[in-house]
């Protein structure tokens, strides 16, 4: 029985028509995006925000600060691996665009850290002093999570092009570095600070702002681009 | 259909005057319910043999028992006379084998020089002038000696799999165990490669699995070919493709009779089996046996054997 | 293409012969030149000694530096290399497994085993090259003028045997899941782990991590009243390390009985060590600390040069030239016969404080009693700190200048309390003053406190206090701005009115040669200075 090379009905998509996200597409993106790292990381995370919790060791406002601080880190680190596509070079001449592929994995992806962020926060706020409470800076630990997620996405999708889809790993290690750095920065320039020092910590979540709005930036405008360079 | 084999008297050079390189005897290998393979014996002396067969017959397997990698569930191994099993023979079997594996893995950042550097001094090449001699030499056996320094991720398939095989090449091996060495070699590589495998041939055993007939039908005195984990042949190559002689035919449309058949690209079908009369008949090639060999294995028609000769291999 | 030649054995050098270990040094030599060249592993160095040259060049904190405690200051930042080295191992470990060669690599000669000791070894030349720069930059702090103290090996040692337990546990790692991601998680958790210690600086249970921070903000003490275990903490490192190398050979598939009786031990050894590591400090260290706080003569040696008498407890007895320089930047503008016979500064040290907030008042009462048991009385305190590149070390500086400023020009002692610091009218101005242009870099001290400061009382000093108002302080420094040697003669001149009681700041600072208005009397409705 020689096999039929020529399909018998014209299957799939009518040439031309651009890919709609679908649910099935969604689901091979999750499929394909390496969760696993991202998931122990944000259980380890959520592990030592809650060991405060747990033993109600009553913290002030800059533990707490710095342990979300830390779940942060590890979180963003994380992220780095979801966008790993070792197929990027099988896949890299299909007509679906790479905007697409990504946004539906993020869009799986950040939700569920950001799900994972707010019962850190929620385990934080518990195990600090009760009077300490309302003055616990929320809005801008959440400010400085989401931009430490963005530049590890825009590292990551930078880390894309050079590495055709295997990238996640160094940009990961590197986005390590980039934090312990930032941890040795002088007094003026301080991205860590804690929340007794008003002045400062307001020139941290200062320097937050700017950095979140420059990832988000540099990750829009490398969201489209294909992984490794065009020749 | 009675496809004959033939044990030629002439040169077929397996298991002279006792001194066997490799004894296999009722070797078994079970993957949980799978069987890779089902009590193969064959024995293997110097020059160069091939192994042909399907994918799945088990010729990796095969070829992975023999390079001391893999422990088989049954039946006996003798490389050099000893026993693999056995850690300190294990050990000296290794020094003096050449393995190279389906597709292997690179390091991609190390050059090709580092590379090879670094699979000798996995052979416990320590001398390090002496070592890289050794390395420079087998990168110039394979023709890759201007590209020494160039990392791997930037050479081409063809040049890595050349890498691989100067890293089998490492020490000189009396055995050598080839799967798939010509893959995503050129023609004029392959024909490169053909010369240095004659070559290494003499005086070392060279055992090389290929699915490229024309290969083992320019190297090979020596054919053994696999199907299902068992041995349907094992013979000298001339005596695979004569299994065709007279079998091959063209015809304008399909044969249904064909135990085999393609449609060729000048529009007309070639075909094996047993042909019409009158029919316009080709020349067999090693292929040709093969194809007729394993169709008529897996349609159950085992070729009975004439009187005084035997398949070898295989328990029916 | 170039015939092979038959090659005949003898031109192929044999391979060595089996079980010589040659092989493993090999591989070992290849993997470690391959470790050093390591991006990570580089990158990490060149951010480590890049963080040094900054805070020596431009911070310029480094001068004056406490030996015994820079050498543990040195180990937080040699982990920025153990990080990078843990990577790099990491990426080496896994390199088999995420290259695809583990099937090919399991026929030669060298076991998985071998290729995983020869990896360890492989970590050796870096944690050496660690302790070299670890050598290297308490060497260039030792040179540097005002030095104190002597650094502790197995201090220094801690930085390259936290490599030794990254590298190896790296190794570990790479052996039991081929994940690339579980190299930088990791990290960041051990990362945690010593932030978190870094947050209980005085709980005993943080020496079970990498290091074992201390609350940075206090001044320095003798050595002989730190609470360091660094040689049990150096102990528990190596045998961790131990263990990781040993855990790793077995998971590697050695098989040697001898391999997991030493495996056993080094954990037995790691929990022994890790709990003599973190008892508490023993009861005999607080007393010899309470003692050296409230009766620090015993322990102290005192050398006299002129009329002064410096007393320090003696790894900090050379600084005695920085406070003779300062003193007797002050003492040239005061008349002779307003001087005391003898002047006495004495070191002391600042009681150490486990709350963050809690400030604990200095025992002056005690150092009081002291100082007229040892027949110094009278003598003003300084502290352990100096210098000019940290704030703790310009307020160290500034505080002495004014301390003894204000002992030559009240005649008295710092007393306790807040109404006995208090300086107020004409001799806060010339306190201020003489402090200001005592020696390069006392008027910078002062100025750094003040930006530093709220509300209108400011207090100088680290160990006492002096307080004065904002408004003195103003007259003070527009006082620094005219010639030195004008203001000093007219300071010796009027120096009976100048360090009178009821004279005013605005009297004094005329006096002293600066155009102020005539002003209803310049206390404020605030003013704690009221007139007595």
């Known amino acids: ?231 | 259909m009675n496809p004959e084999t033939t044990t030629e008297a002439a040169p077929v050079p397996s298991a002279a005057a006792g001194e066997a390189m490799v004894q296999v005897t009722g070797l078994t290998v079970r993957y949980r319910r799978t069987v890779a393979l089902d009590g193969v014996t064959l024995s293997l002396g110097t020059g160069v043999t091939g192994l042909l067969g399907p994918n799945g017959a088990g010729k990796t397997t095969l070829l992975r028992a023999l390079a001391t990698v893999l422990v088989p569930s049954d039946g006996s191994l003798s490389v050099f006379g000893r026993d693999p099993l056995e850690p300190r023979s294990r050990q000296e079997i290794r020094r003096r084998l050449g393995y190279l594996p389906q597709a292997p893995g690179f390091h991609r950042h190390f050059t090709a020089f580092e590379f090879v550097d670094y699979v000798a001094i996995l052979k416990e090449h320590t001398d390090r002038a002496a070592r890289h001699e050794e390395v420079r030499r087998v990168l110039d056996a394979v023709g890759l000696s201007e590209v020494r320094g160039k990392k791997l991720k930037a050479l081409s398939g063809g040049m890595r799999q050349r890498v691989a095989l100067a890293s089998a090449l490492i020490g000189d091996p009396e055995l050598l165990i080839l799967d798939e060495p010509t893959v995503g070699l050129d023609p004029e590589q392959r024909l490169r490669f053909r010369e240095l495998v004659a070559e290494l041939g003499e005086g070392r055993t060279v055992l090389l699995s290929t699915h490229q007939t024309e290969d083992v039908s320019a190297l090979c005195h020596r054919v053994v070919v696999l199907a299902a984990g068992r041995v349907r042949y094992d013979g000298s190559a001339r005596g695979l493709g004569e299994l065709a002689d007279g079998r091959v035919w063209f015809s304008p449309e399909r044969e249904p009779r064909a135990v085999a058949g393609w449609r060729t690209g000048t529009g007309l079908f070639r075909n094996i089996g047993a042909p019409p009369p009158g029919a316009q008949t080709a020349d067999a090639t090693l292929e040709d046996g093969y194809l007729l060999l394993n169709s008529a294995a897996e349609s159950g028609m085992w070729p009975e054997p004439e009187a005084g000769t035997r398949p070898e291999g295989g328990t029916r | ?532």
């Open chain 1, 1 to 231: 029985m020689q096999p039929q090379v020529t399909p018998a009905v014209g299957g799939g998509a009518a040439p031309g028509r651009p890919a709609r996200p679908s649910a099935d597409l969604a689901r091979h993106e999750l499929r394909a995006a390496r969760v696993l790292p991202l998931l122990c990381a944000a259980a380890l995370a959520t592990l030592m925000c809650a060991v405060p919790a747990v033993f109600s060791l009553g913290l002030d406002l800059a533990a707490g600060s710095v342990l979300l601080q830390l779940a942060a880190v590890l979180t963003a680190l994380a992220v780095a691996f979801a966008l790993d596509d070792p197929a990027a070079a099988t896949t890299t001449a299909c007509p679906s665009p790479w905007w697409l592929r990504r946004s539906v994995r993020l869009a799986v992806v950040l939700p569920a850290l950001a799900a994972f962020w707010l019962l850190d926060v929620l385990l934080v706020r518990q195990a600090v002093t009760a009077e300490l409470r309302p003055a616990f800076p929320t809005a801008d630990l959440s400010v400085e999570a989401l931009a430490l997620t963005l530049v590890a996405v825009a590292l990551g999708l930078a880390g894309l092009r050079f590495t055709v889809g295997q990238g996640g790993g160094l940009v990961a290690a590197g986005l390590l570095v980039i934090v312990v750095a930032l941890t040795f920065l002088p007094q003026e320039a301080a991205f860590f600070a804690t929340p007794d020092d008003g002045a400062q910590w307001d020139g941290a979540a200062a320097r937050w702002r700017a950095t979140a709005a420059v990832a988000l930036i540099a990750a829009a405008l490398l969201l489209p681009r294909p992984p490794g360079r065009r020749r």
């Open chain 3, 1 to 532: 293409m170039s015939t092979i030649q038959q090659p005949e054995r003898a031109r192929t050098a044999p391979p060595a012969p089996p079980g010589t270990g040659a092989g493993v040094r090999a591989l070992a030599l290849t993997e470690g030149r391959r470790l050093l060249r390591h991006p990570a592993f580089l990158g990490s160095l060149l951010l480590c000694v890049a963080l040094w040259v900054y805070e020596s060049v431009v911070a310029g904190s480094s001068g004056f530096p406490v030996l015994h405690d820079e050498d543990r200051l040195v180990q937080s930042q040699l982990l920025l290399i153990a990080a990078g080295t843990f990577l790099a191992v990491h990426l080496a470990a896994i390199r088999p497994a995420r290259d695809g060669t583990e099937g090919w690599f399991l026929s030669l000669v060298l076991l998985p085993w071998q290729r995983a000791a020869a990896l360890l070894l492989a970590v050796l030349p870096a944690a050496l090259l660690t302790a070299v720069l670890a050598g290297a930059r308490i060497g260039w702090l030792a040179a540097q003028p005002g030095a104190a103290g002597s650094p502790s090996p197995a201090e220094l040692a801690a930085g390259p045997a936290a490599v030794l337990v990254a590298g190896t546990l790296a190794v570990l790692l790479g052996l039991i899941t081929r994940s690339v991601a579980a190299g930088p998680i990791a990290l960041a958790c051990l990362a945690i782990v010593t932030v978190v210690g870094a947050l209980f600086p005085f709980e005993s249970w943080r020496w079970w991590g990498l290091i074992a921070v201390e609350d940075e903000l206090h001044a320095a003490l003798p050595s002989g009243l730190l609470h360091r275990p660094a040689g049990q903490h150096l102990l528990y490192l190596l045998l961790l390390a131990l263990a990781c190398a040993t855990a790793a050979l077995l998971r590697a598939g050695l098989k040697a009985a001898s391999v997991r009786v030493l495996l056993a031990v080094s954990l037995a050894g790691v929990a022994v060590a890790g709990v003599l590591n973190a008892r508490p400090a023993p009861d005999s260290l607080a007393a010899a600390r309470q003692r050296a706080l409230d009766a620090p003569s015993e322990g102290q040696t005192c050398v006299k040069e002129g009329e002064l008498t410096y007393c320090a407890f003696p790894e900090f007895l050379d600084r005695h030239k920085e406070w003779a320089r300062v003193s007797e930047g002050i003492l040239r503008w005061v008349p002779g016969d307003a001087r005391d016979p003898r002047y006495t500064v004495r070191q002391h040290i600042t009681p150490v404080s486990e709350s963050s907030l809690g400030q604990t008042t200095a025992p002056i009462d005690a150092w009081a009693e002291d100082d007229r048991k040892a027949g110094t009385s009278g003598a003003v305190a300084v502290g352990t700190a100096w210098g000019d590149g940290s704030d703790l070390g310009r307020d160290a500086t500034g505080g002495f200048a004014t301390a003894f400023a204000a002992r030559v020009v009240t005649g008295e002692p710092a007393r306790s309390g807040p109404q006995d610091a208090l300086l107020c009218g004409g001799r806060s101005v010339l306190t201020l003053w003489l402090a200001g242009q005592a020696a390069p870099g006392t008027a910078e001290a002062l100025r750094s406190r003040i930006d530093r400061s709220f509300g209108g009382l400011i207090g100088f000093g680290t160990v006492t206090t002096v307080e004065t108002e904002q408004s003195d302080i103003d007259l003070a420094f527009r006082l620094l701005n005219l010639p030195a040697a004008d203001v000093g003669a007219k300071a010796k001149a009027h120096w009976a009115e100048l360090t009178a009681k009821d004279t005013s700041s605005a009297e004094a600072a005329r006096l002293l040669g600066l155009d102020v208005p005539e002003q209803p009397d310049g206390y404020g409705k605030d003013s704690m200075c009221s007139p007595r």
